[in-house]
């Protein structure tokens, strides 16, 4: 059974940082092979892709977030990050990590296999 364990979300005003962790475990499960991202789903809107990095750590991001945020992973801890600067009141949001959650030609795909509760960022103005 495969747990992910999101952690470092809280409110922060706009302009600032936060970095996100993902900690995942399981009998056969390691972020060294495969796609993992993470995704958000604000209040009233649906969840949508934010990040993505593959088994050779490329990374791909929405549009939204370019030049923002940047995705990692420990692959010795098994754990994914998502660090989150210049935050904006639009990045207020759930967010979650995904196992199998890939992008190519800027297309996102897989299953986006979100197994945790998610970590909640709120950005003021």
């Known amino acids: 059974q495969v747990q992910l364990v999101e952690s470092g979300g809280g409110s922060v005003q706009a302009g600032g940082s936060l970095r996100l962790s993902c900690a995942v475990s399981g009998d056969t499960v390691n972020i060294y092979a495969g796609c993992w991202g993470w995704l958000r789903q604000a209040p009233g809107k649906e969840r949508e892709g934010v990040a993505a990095i593959d088994g050779e750590s490329r990374s791909t991001y929405a549009d939204s977030v370019k030049g923002r945020f940047t995705i990692s992973k420990d692959i010795t801890k098994n754990i994914l990050y998502l660090q989150m600067t210049t935050l904006e009141p639009e990045d207020t949001a759930m967010y979650y990590c995904?196992?199998?959650?890939?992008?190519?030609?800027?297309?996102?795909?897989?299953?986006?296999?979100?197994w945790g509760q998610g970590t909640l960022v709120t950005v003021s103005s």
């Open positions: 995904a196992a199998d959650f890939c992008n190519a030609r800027g297309r996102w795909y897989g299953q986006a296999l979100t």
